[in-house]
């Protein structure tokens, strides 16, 4: 198939309008953890790129794809290689959360928006041309502890990634769990390259928690949730949005029955409410994915790769009346729209960035599922 008729077949079924170019052209740089042990990320936000329309914001656009082998060196080094050598106008990536944050010093210092398809979290002051596509997991623990609140769940162990990643999402449960009345019995962290996580495990069963709550991504989240339930532990246990996907279904097996997984909305958009603003949107994309790469292949992270289409195709033409694509003036007028322009409704929820928010999402932008007959089901 080819992509001009692939690309159009996709916008018919959204609902959307393709443009035409003008003779300028947008470059956009993207950088994705393709290989290495974070490439569960990585492999499936790239087809999401492969689904884009022709155009952005009526103009034609050069995707230059590099791989950052889940090494936060090699992000970095993509990055400056796309703002000096490609001199991109925008950088999307990368799929992951440590890769991605050294990225973003980079798109700083170059003045280039950079559009982190993780939860990047910076220190005060930096990060300030990163705009993120993930929720912050802020808003996701969030949906974690309401859930622990209804089912009179008093106490849980931690057990993640010794990264920053993990450090965010401690962070943020530890906050909440606290206001709560929530006691976190021990936190346990190993690599993302480790290969066991069996004394992990069994401190935190132990320490008798009411439940678990595992920070992991991908194919790796499977890993420490086997590990706990061969180990005998009984309880409740949470997976983050990273985790989201089919490969935690196909490795985790009946380890994995009636745990509980927060998520973004593409991953069961049937579950939202019919007066949901992305259910719509959400929905159809899903139906175009998986007529396109086939039945169960839908997973939040191709989205996240599709709703940076979304976002852009609405600012670049903010953008544009005030510089042309190659110039800082276009660059600076494209923070500044995104910063500006108000809400987006994209297929994770409604996105609103301001000059104090790159993340941009409320409690709408978020489900909990649960694992049923080795399938995805919107929890109680």
């Known amino acids: 198939m080819k992509r001009l008729f692939k690309t159009t077949i996709l916008a018919a079924a959204l609902g959307l309008t393709v443009s035409t170019a003008s003779a300028e052209e947008l470059d956009i740089g993207v ?14 936000t790239n087809t999401g790129f492969k689904l ?12 230059i794809v590099l791989d950052d082998a889940s090494n936060p060196a090699q992000a970095q080094k993509n990055a400056q290689k796309l703002v000096t050598e490609d001199k991109v106008d925008v950088i999307l990536g990368s799929s992951t959360t440590t890769p991605a944050i050294a990225m973003g010093e980079t798109a700083a210092s170059s003045k280039t928006v950079q559009l982190a398809i993780s939860p990047a979290e910076f220190p005060d002051g930096k990060g300030t041309w990163t705009f993120r596509l993930p929720q912050s997991t802020g808003v996701m623990a969030g949906g974690i502890i309401n859930h ?11 057990i993640g990634y010794n990264d920053a990643y993990g450090d965010s999402w401690f962070r943020d449960l530890k906050e909440q769990a606290e206001a709560a009345g929530i006691k976190i019995t021990t ?3 190993y690599a993302r390259a480790d290969t066991s996580v069996t004394a992990q495990a069994l401190k935190a069963i132990a320490s008798k928690p009411d439940a678990i709550v595992i920070v992991a991504s991908g194919s790796g989240s499977a890993m420490p949730h086997t590990t706990v339930v061969d180990r005998g532990f009984k309880g409740t246990i949470y997976q983050t949005h990273s985790a989201a996907s089919r490969d ?14 927060i998520s973004g909305l593409a991953v069961l958009p049937e579950g939202l409410p019919e007066d949901h603003p992305s259910k719509k949107l959400a929905t159809d994309f899903v139906n175009a994915y998986e007529k396109e790469y086939g039945a169960g292949t839908r997973n939040q992270f191709a989205a996240h790769a599709f709703d940076a289409w979304l976002i852009l195709d609405k600012v670049v033409p903010v953008a544009l009346k005030k510089g042309k694509p190659g110039t800082e003036e276009f660059r600076v007028a494209l923070k500044d729209a995104l910063e500006n322009y108000g809400s987006i409704p994209i297929t994770q929820g409604v996105i609103t960035y301001t000059k104090d928010d790159h993340f ?3 409690d709408q932008a978020r489900m909990m ?12």
């Open 360 to 362: 941009g999402f409320d």
């Open 187 to 189: 936190e346990e962290r």
């Open 148 to 158: 622990m609140k209804a089912n009179d769940i008093k106490s849980f162990a931690f």
């Open 52 to 63: 884009w329309p022709d155009t952005v914001g009526g103009l034609k656009y050069n995707l």
């Open 248 to 261: 935690l279904i196909r490795l985790g097996g009946k380890a994995v029955e009636g745990s509980f997984v």
């Open 31 to 44: 950088v994705l953890s393709l290989t290495g042990p974070a490439s569960g990320l990585g492999i499936p």
């Open 369 to 380: 599922l649960t694992i049923e007959d080795g399938a995805f089901k919107a929890a109680k």
